[in-house]
């Protein structure tokens, strides 16, 4: 069982960056495979990076490799996710989600929204 919240989602420029928290609670994410989700207007949820808690990286979408990135916050059960050189397509709402098998969630976070407009 465990609780998650994602947040510092914004509105910023083509080329800008958002840093994006996820913080866990009521439970112990370590436990779990990891996953930011995105859920872009028009299309299903997909994933953005795969990890571990820890902040090891298990795998990019392809849409964001070299430009995302993984790491443990300063704030306690907190992870961050770091968007650089942010795209139009980029646009939607991010989840942060945690299960047994990352590609099927068992627990989803509040998702929080990005807009990047040009």
């Known amino acids: 069982q465990v609780q998650l919240q994602a947040s510092g989602g914004g509105s910023v420029q083509v080329g800008d960056s958002l840093r994006l928290s996820c913080a866990a609670s009521g439970g112990t994410a370590s436990r779990y495979q990891m996953a930011w989700y995105r859920q872009s207007p028009g299309k299903e949820r997909a994933f953005v990076v795969v990890f571990r808690w820890s902040g090891e990286l298990l795998g990019y979408s392809d849409s964001v490799r070299g430009r995302f990135s993984v790491s443990r916050a300063n704030a306690k059960n907190t992870v961050d996710l770091q968007l650089n050189d942010l795209r139009p397509d980029d646009t939607g709402i991010y989840y942060c989600?945690?299960?047994?098998?990352?590609?099927?969630?068992?627990?989803w976070g509040q998702g929080t929204e990005v807009t990047v407009s040009s």
């Open positions: 989600a945690a299960g047994t098998d990352w590609k099927r969630p068992d627990y």
